[in-house]
């Protein structure tokens, strides 16, 4: 299995610059856009799997679950980074993970949640779901939830002169795509456990459904 995990001397500049400089860049939005920004391919082919999990790969690719599990991890990183630092998918087949700027809206945070379905709204009292079919009450929370935003269109450290940072800032740089990079080890890593561990099985299952008949009088 390929890493992208990359030593880098973080007491050197040229060693932090070199790396920035020379890290593999994609689009943070698409091409149109333009802005780019630190990346990594994540194309299946290019993963170095065994021939026995590239077998598994392509099914495990259409698993909603193997994909949740994947974004978990993605959203606990960005989260442990206030969500100023996201990593997401790109690309026509998402066969990029992007580094991306975001953060969270406060001004737009909600206000109600439903106890039943758990969406989220700006009611500021207690009223029944608004959710179709949900018998749940919308309940205002004491604490507003800010919502999660994203700046896709927003590159990272193009064509950056870096000779203006200090070495601390160029450091915190460094490290953190460091940890990108790992975040992107860690999303593999996840998706070989599920190649190694599982197989993808069609099954057959009945699903109870109501019908009218006739019985006699
Ligand atoms: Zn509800």
């Known amino acids: ?79 442990a980074r206030r969500w100023e630092w996201q990593a997401h998918f790109r690309g026509r087949s998402s066969g990029y993970l992007v580094l991306c700027r975001g953060g969270l809206d406060y001004e737009r945070a909600h206000t109600a949640q439903c106890d039943e379905c758990g969406k989220l709204t700006y009611h500021t009292q207690d009223v029944p779901c608004t959710g179709g079919g949900c018998n749940g009450t919308l309940r205002a929370m004491e604490k507003p939830v800010p919502q999660v935003i994203t700046w896709p269109g927003k590159g990272v450290d193009e064509h950056e002169d870096w000779s203006g940072w200090d070495l601390g800032s160029l450091r915190e740089r460094a490290r953190l795509v460091q940890d990108f990079d790992r975040a992107g080890d860690e999303a593999v890593a996840t998706f070989v456990r599920f190649c190694d561990e599982y197989r993808v099985v069609e099954k057959t299952v009945s699903v109870p459904t109501q019908v009218r008949v006739l019985e006699p009088a």
């Open 1 to 79: 299995m390929n890493t992208f995990d990359t030593r880098v001397d973080l007491r050197n500049r040229s060693s932090m610059t070199e790396f920035l400089n020379s890290h593999f860049r994609y689009f943070t939005l698409h091409s149109v856009n333009g802005a780019t920004s630190y990346a990594n391919c994540v194309k299946v082919h290019r993963l170095g799997l065994t021939p026995a999990q590239l077998e598994q790969a392509w099914q495990m690719l259409d698993m909603p679950v193997v994909f949740h599990a994947i974004r978990d991890g993605l959203e606990r990183w960005a989260e």
